[in-house]
Structures are given as structure tokens and as C-alpha cells.
């Protein structure tokens, strides 16, 4: 059985690899990037846009390679992409007529800071 056949309540205690990098509470600052962030990955193709940019191995995605894996419009895909660059999840590179895309991992990390955090 894999972990994805658990039922929510039985699924196995996650245990932390490392402690959270703060333990205080956020600045107004900190609270608005962080709000920011998530807001931009709560739909569902921004998430799985930073999904396929993390995973990629070559460690960065030209826009026209993702327009197929998330089934939008490449309008519609450069516009996801421009919410998740504003937020600071995303970095561009323009390299020629193309625009390419990586993900941030201090950003991806800081996220994962805020949701450890106790």
C-alpha cells in the first residue's frame, strides 16, 4: 500500500528534517511576501508550473516547453508564470526570442520554513 492509499487521518507521522529556520512571530513584512507567495500558488496550474520547474534536471524550463504539460494556452501560461515571477517563486531569463523559467529555491525553502514553523 502506498502512502497515497492512507486514508487522511491514518496517514504516518512526517518527521522534520531540519528545525525551522525561525520560531518568532512574522513581521508585517515577512507576513505580506509570504501571503503573497501562497496566494500565488493556490491554483491549481501555478502549482503545478512550480511542480515541473522544480523537478526539471536541467534546472531551468523554456515557456514554450510548458504550455503541453499543464493543457493552457501559452498566453495563458506566461501569465501564471508572470504571478509566480512577482511573487518571487520564479526567476526569467530572456535567451533569445524565448523566455526561460527556474524556480527560486530560497523562496520554495522560506515556504517550507513558514509551514514547519511551531
Not at 2 to 13: K, S
Not at 20 to 33: H, I, S
Request: glycine share 4%; hydrophobic share 50%.
Amino acid at each position: 500500500m502506498t502512502v497515497r492509499e492512507l486514508p487522511v487521518l491514518d496517514q504516518p507521522e512526517v518527521v522534520a528534517c531540519c528545525a525551522p529556520l525561525a520560531a518568532e512571530v512574522l513581521t508585517a513584512p515577512e507576513a505580506d511576501t509570504l501571503a503573497k507567495q501562497f496566494a500565488a500558488l493556490a491554483d491549481p496550474v501555478r502549482l503545478r508550473l512550480v511542480s515541473l520547474l522544480a523537478t526539471d534536471e536541467g534546472g531551468a524550463v523554456c515557456a514554450c516547453d510548458l504550455v503541453e504539460p499543464v493543457g493552457r494556452s501559452q498566453p495563458t501560461v506566461s501569465h501564471h508564470l508572470k504571478v509566480l515571477v512577482d511573487a518571487g517563486l520564479v526567476t526569467s531569463e530572456r535567451r533569445g526570442r524565448n523566455v526561460w523559467y527556474a524556480t527560486v529555491p530560497a523562496a520554495l525553502e522560506a515556504l517550507r520554513t513558514a509551514l514547519a514553523a511551531r
